[in-house]
């Protein structure tokens, strides 16, 4: 018959982090605000108390939340930096590593003849659309004018000019779908 494997109790600050494990670990999601980044914090607390040849302390406790406390400003200056490196990334930033050219921001060709069918396309739709709707279309979407302008200068009312706009719209999908 096997005796059961009795661990040994755990010393010093390993004991502490025993016993204020919990705690620690609500302290960690209030500052963090996400449970599972906090059990990760923990977690590294924990390593961190392992691998710490400490020696002794007058209060452990303050010790483990003034180490806890690190961790989350560590986690967030780590944020930081990542989230300027990917908004430099983002905005066209790079490191010149010899001399090289920078990329050439315009649009590739296939890119730019693509627009340019498009706008084609759509210029076509727009000639093909009924007199009063595309008057009233292009009143609105190319002059910029508001409703009840269009409204006034057309001699019509304002449903008339949502209308001929809606019908205008229905009519470009149509035609740009095909």
Do not use: C
Request: hydrophobic share 45%.
């Amino acid at each position: 018959m096997k005796k059961p494997v009795v661990q040994p109790k755990a010393s010093g600050l390993a004991q502490i982090y025993g016993d204020l494990r919990p705690e620690l670990f609500r302290f960690l999601v209030a500052r963090v605000g996400d449970r599972i980044e906090a059990e990760d914090l923990l977690q590294e607390l924990w390593v961190r108390v392992h691998a710490a040849n400490a020696g002794p302390l007058s209060n452990g406790r303050a010790y483990l939340y003034r180490a806890a406390q690190n961790l989350v400003l560590d986690r967030a200056r780590a944020e930081r930096r990542r989230a300027q490196r990917d908004t430099e990334w983002a905005a066209g930033q790079r490191i010149d590593l010899g001399g090289g050219e920078p990329a050439d921001a315009r649009p590739n060709a296939e890119t730019a003849m693509l627009a340019h069918e498009e706008a084609a396309a759509l210029a076509t739709a727009i000639r093909a659309l009924p007199e009063s709707a595309g008057r009233a279309f292009r009143m609105h979407k190319i002059e910029g004018l508001p409703h009840v302008e269009i409204a006034a200068r057309l001699g019509i009312s304002r449903s008339g000019v949502e209308k001929h706009i809606a019908l205008a719209m229905a009519h470009l999908r149509r035609a740009l779908k095909d």
